[in-house]
């Protein structure tokens, strides 16, 4: 059977799809996770669209009322 390619960012805070080489899907998101604290709770930067408006979709819709 073939592995699954949808695999996710391993940043806890991106929601990017990654290659199956690759936990990240950016070297942004490789410095945040190897540095956790340094911004935690913010929102990704990694700098894709998609990730970004599924952080401002979670601004107008918080996960916890
Ligand atoms: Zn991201
Ligand atoms: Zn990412």
Redesign the pocket.
Known sequence: MNAPIDER???P????Q?RVDDP???D??RRMTERPGAHAGAP?E?G?EA?HQQHAHERRHPPQA
């Not at 805070?13 to 990017?16: D, F, I, R, T, Y």
């Open positions: 960012c391993a940043h805070a991106c929601n990017c990654t990240y899907c950016s942004y998101c990704c990694c894709h990730c």
